[in-house]
């Protein structure tokens, strides 16, 4: 292949430009797909079809607002014995507010001891975190925050 050979049609402006449109569309994307409230029940309900979901048990703890969404600390505490016949399966987050609705999933056992998980998080914009827990028994909790990410101290 000779030196400095391009594709036919393709000159360096072309090049150039498709480019640079091809990073404007990949720093755009993430603000342009967010999340709604739906989309979230959406993805519980691919899960658990219509099962009940009982408010209760679950505690999510962040806090009321975040001056940085890049970092945002979770932690999310199950009310549970967590013995070998009654213990969290599975704890699924979901956010409103970010381009996919699902945040993360943690699974659990009795050896455990504490259905409890701490992260941090990324948020796009203002929104609610909502958190399912699924026991042994086939018993499902939800519990629900709302975190407000500012951006530069001026609200979001």
């Known amino acids: 292949m000779q030196q400095g050979a391009r594709p036919a049609g393709a000159t360096r402006r072309r090049v150039l430009v498709a480019g640079a449109l091809g990073g404007m569309v990949a720093a755009l994307a993430p603000r342009l797909a967010i999340a709604k409230p739906e989309d979230v029940a959406a993805a519980i309900k691919k899960l658990y079809g219509e099962k009940a979901i009982a408010p209760g048990k679950v505690k999510i703890e962040m806090p009321q607002i975040a ?48 259905a409890i998980c701490s992260t941090r998080i990324r948020m796009a914009s203002t929104q609610n975190i909502v958190a399912v827990a699924e026991t042994s028994k086939g018993e499902l909790f939800t519990g629900k925050a709302e975190v407000k990410v500012t951006i530069g101290g001026c609200g979001g």
Do not use: Q, R, W
């Open 67 to 114: 001056e940085n969404g890049n970092v945002v600390p979770m932690t999310i505490t199950v009310d549970s014995p967590m013995s070998d016949d009654d213990y969290v399966k599975a704890l699924h987050v979901f956010a409103e507010g970010n381009p996919l609705p699902t945040v993360a999933t943690f699974y659990f056992t009795p050896a455990c001891g504490k």
